[in-house]
C-alpha cells in the first residue's frame, strides 16, 4: 500500500535520526565508563521517566567514583539472546550505562554468573544504596504498609521505611507493635541528618536503623527484622527490550495473538506474545479506522510519555493492516469492568480514593507534559495485581477524531462519549486537561458507584440539557461527601476554576491523612 511504504521510509528516517549508536553486548567495554549517571543512593530505584531517545551523557568529574556494582531488586527473565536473565539478589557490574534505559552489565553471581548482556536498569541498584536494603519500600502506601506489616510471617519489631505520603520527599518508618502498625516520620536537619528523636541524629537511615535495632530508646518498640515483602511486581521496563526503545516497529512474525481479551470500537484487543517471551497486549485496529501517518506522528508523542500510572506503548506495526499498537498487559482489564463484576463484593472506600488517585497521578503526568487525554474514562483505565491502576489510550481519542474536526458528528457507527464530556468540548470542540478534569469527575462518579452508568436514566440528550440548566449530579449513595464534593469542582461551568490534576492527586493521596488523628506518633517525642 503506498501510504504504508510512504509512511515506513518516513518512519524509517525519523527513527535513523533519533537513534545513537548502541555498543553491543560483546563489544568490548568503551574507554569511557564514567557515565555520570550514578545513582543517589539516597534515591529510589525508579529512575525518572526519561526520554526514549538516548542521549550522550555528561563526563563523571574525576573525583567521582562511578557505581560500577548493583544488586537485582525483581527477578528478570532474558526476552532477547542478547539479554541477561537474573534473580532477585543476584550482583551484576555495569559495563556501559550510556543506553540510559537498558545497560551492558556482567553478572557476578546467579543464574548468569560471568555472562554479559543488556539488563533493564531500573530492575537494579547500587550495592549499599538504600535501594539495596531490604527494610526500603520505597513507594509503599500507608495503609499498604500496614496490611504488609499485619500479614502473616511478620513478627514484633517488623518494620519498613517508605516515602511519606503526606510529605513529597521525606520518609517515613513504620514498625509492628502489639499487633498494631505504628508510624514515624523521619525527619531532616539542615545538614541533612535524620532522625525520629531530634536528640538522636544520624549521617545516615542505615545508621538510624542499626540504632533503632540495637535498643528501642523511645521507639514503641526495637526494630526486628524488616517487614518481609509480599510478592511484588516488578516494574515496567522501557520498552520490550534494549533494541525496541528508539527502533519501535518491529516485525509482525515477532508477536503470536494467544487470546482475544475483548472488544471496541474501534478494533480488538489481544493478549499477545512478543518473541516467544514476554505477554503484552494487543490492540488490532479495524483496516480504515485511522491514518497511519496520522497515527504515527501521535505514537511518536505518546512512546515519550512514561509514568507508572500510564498504559507503556511498547512497540507498533504499522507496515500493513491491520495496524497493531503493543503495549502492556494488565490482567484484571479495565477499571470499567472490574469495578462492576466487583460491586463492593472486595473493594472498599479506601481502595475505590486509592485507584482514583492512581489515576489522577497518571493524569497529572500528562497535565505536566501539556498532553490531553480526550476520552478519559473507567473503560480506558485498566487494572493490574493489587488494584493497580493506569491510564490508557491517552491521544488515540485524537488520531480517531481528526478526520472530522467534530468528533461528536464525526464516523459513523462512533459511540459518543457525550456523557463524559466537558460542555466546551461537546458544544465547541474545546478539549483542553481542563476537558479531561471534567471527564474525571465523571470516572470518580464511576468509581464511586461501582460502574454505573452517568446520569442514570437519562438520555445522552436529556443529560446535556439538564447539565445546561447548571444541574449536576447529586452525591451517590455511601460516597463521601468530601468526594462529592471534588467531583463538583471537576464539574464546574468554568473550566478555569476546575483543579488541576495535581491538586486532585494530592487531595485524593492525602483523604486519609486527613482524615486520621494520629497520623505519627512520633509527634510525641
Ligand atoms: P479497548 O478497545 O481499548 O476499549 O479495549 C477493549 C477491552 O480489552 C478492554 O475493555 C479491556 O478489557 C481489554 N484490554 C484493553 N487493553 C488491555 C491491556 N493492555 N491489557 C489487558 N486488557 C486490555
Redesign the pocket.
Known sequence: MDIHKKFSSCWQRVVESCCSKRLKPNEPEPEKQDTGVNIDPGSTHQPEPTSAISRPLPPTPVAVQPVQRYIALFDYSARTEEDLSFNTGDILEALDKSPGEWWIARALTGVSASQQGYIPANYVAPVESIDAEPWYFPDTKRQDAERMLLAEGNDQGAFLIRNSESLKGELSLSVLDKGKVKHYKLQKLENGYVYVSKTKPFATIKELVDYYTEQANGLCVRLGEPCKKMQMEAPQTYGLSYNTVDLWEIERQSIELKRK?????????H?GLWNGTTS??V?TLKPGSMDPIDFLQEAQIMKKLRHPKL?QLYAVCTTEEPIYII????????L??YLQKDRGTTLQITDQIEMAAQVAAGMAYLESQNYIHRDLAA??V?VGENNICKV??FGLARVFMKENENVYEAKEGCKLPVKWTAPEALHENRFTIKSDVWSFGILLYEIMTFGQTPYPGMSNMQAVQWLAKGRRMSCPPNCPTVLHKIMMNCWKENEQVRPTFETLQWQLEDYFDLDTSSYDDSTRY
Open positions: 481479551l475483548g472488544a471496541g470500537q474501534f478494533g480488538e484487543v493478549e503484552v497486549a490492540k498504559i503495549t502492556e498487559l494488565m490482567k484484571n482489564g479495565s470499567l469492568e473503560r480506558n485498566l490508557a489510550d
